[in-house]
T-cell receptor
């Protein structure tokens, strides 16, 4: 069974600073990898996903993530954080095919942004 | 497009009563819907997979007699928490996956508080 770890429970950055949120997964086959953002009172929003191909994935809101198979990682990055980026971020992994039935979320990283 | 709604957004009930939560895909047909539970400051845990016209598949440890799931149409799935107790208080989130799509779209969640 697959699993996801997000080593950082809470990260605080200053507005305008760069950001990297870490995600490591465990899965024996080719994973489907996702990053979601959850803001208070709002549903989960997909930032980006990786299924295959180019290992550097561009997402919405200026986010990107890089799939590194050798490190079993899928870290999320943003070059310049905005105050509106403060939220909870979840990394998730799905199995190839029928991914929904085997969808696992990481514990989440809460991002705080200082003015 | 790909909007998923949940109703109600929050509900407070007395211990021992039953509560029904609706999940609707507003602009697409969803052959598969998923129900998640999220405890405060924790990640989402998949409770069950709901397929239109068939019985739901429950994850290990989820009581199917307590959490009744019905997926009667391609746009509606319901989760009924029967004989609710305070420990059932949680944030319940549904997601829906269009037929043939490799993505699931999340509803905004329902906050259940059992007194």
């Amino acid at each position: 069974a697959q699993s996801v770890t997000q080593p950082d429970i809470h990260i605080t950055v200053s507005e305008g600073a760069s950001l990297e949120l870490r995600c490591n997964y465990s899965y024996g086959a080719t994973p489907y990898l996702f990053w979601y953002v959850q803001s208070p009172g709002q549903g989960l929003q997909l930032l980006l996903k990786y299924f295959s191909g180019d290992t550097l994935v561009q997402g919405i809101k200026g986010f990107e993530a890089e799939f590194k198979r050798s490190q079993s990682s899928f870290n999320l990055r943003k070059p310049s954080v905005h105050w509106s980026d403060a939220a909870e971020y979840f990394c998730a992994v799905g199995a190839h095919r029928n991914y929904g039935q085997n969808f696992v979320f990481g514990p989440g990283t809460r991002l705080s942004v200082l003015p | 497009g790909a909007v998923v709604s949940q109703h109600p957004s929050w509900v407070i009930c007395k211990s021992g009563t039953s509560v029904k939560i609706e999940c609707r895909s507003l602009d697409f047909q969803a052959t598969t819907m998923f129900w998640y539970r999220q405890f405060p400051k924790q990640s989402l845990m998949l409770m069950a997979t709901s397929n239109e016209g068939s019985k739901a598949t429950y994850e290990q440890g989820v009581e199917k007699d307590k959490f009744l799931i019905n997926h009667a149409s391609l746009t509606l799935s319901t989760l009924t928490v029967t004989s609710a107790h305070p420990e059932d208080s949680s944030f319940y989130i549904c997601s829906a996956s269009p037929q043939g799509a490799d993505e699931q779209f999340f509803g905004p969640g329902t906050r259940l508080t059992v007194l």
